[in-house]
């Protein structure tokens, strides 16, 4: 039922869209159901994308690729759980958000200026060398310390991407938006 409902809305926004002559595509974050971003839910003027996907926008090539690990994924899941104990679905977390380094997929792309992806690589902003900011710290004193360790990882995973696609690619800009807040990071 949800997802019939989650169609219907959908559709609804590509109409929206449609009538403003917008296309818009979108990448999954990691509090979006993965299977949404399969390919298959495309609308007219809605696209979720799959990651990896590379459109064409006024000649430009674009990289997109979603996911993201979740701080918030303990509360998440145990809310996920407790439903559970009343035989009640309500997805709240999904094991496969995160990010996902496709070594292969980036190789073969060629021609990209831009790259959207939902988290950024390390060199980045925010600058987690000197530990995490207050509200990461809060899920690890909450119980999740794999946290202190994925994290870094992740970042660095991005990173990998971004030294791939440099081989066959000018990257020009890259865009996310993960951690809420516009910042500007110039890189060599």
């Not at 902003?125 to 530990?131: I, M, Q, S, V």
């Amino acid at each position: 039922i949800e997802k019939n409902q989650d169609r219907k809305n959908a559709e609804a926004v590509s109409e929206r869209l449609k009538a403003l002559n917008i296309m818009m595509y979108v990448i999954r974050g990691n509090h979006d159901n993965p299977d949404y971003f399969d390919g298959s839910w495309e609308f007219s003027n809605l696209k979720l994308v799959k990651d990896y996907t590379v459109i064409t926008v006024d000649g430009d090539d674009i990289l997109l690729v979603g996911g993201a690990l979740s701080i918030d994924r303990k509360p998440r899941l145990a809310e996920m759980m407790e439903y559970a104990k009343y035989g009640k679905d309500r997805e709240s977390y999904w094991y496969d958000e995160n990010f996902v380094l496709d070594k292969e997929r980036a190789h073969e792309i060629k021609g990209c200026r831009y790259v959207i992806t939902h988290t950024s690589p390390d060199f980045c902003w925010p600058d987690n060398k000197k530990g995490f900011g207050p509200l990461v710290e809060h899920f690890i004193l909450l119980g999740d310390k794999k946290l202190r360790d994925e994290l870094p990882v992740e970042r660095r995973n991005l990173t990998k991407l971004y030294n791939i696609l440099k081989e066959n690619n000018v990257i020009e800009k890259w865009f996310y938006g993960h951690f809420h807040r516009t910042e500007l990071t110039k890189k060599d």
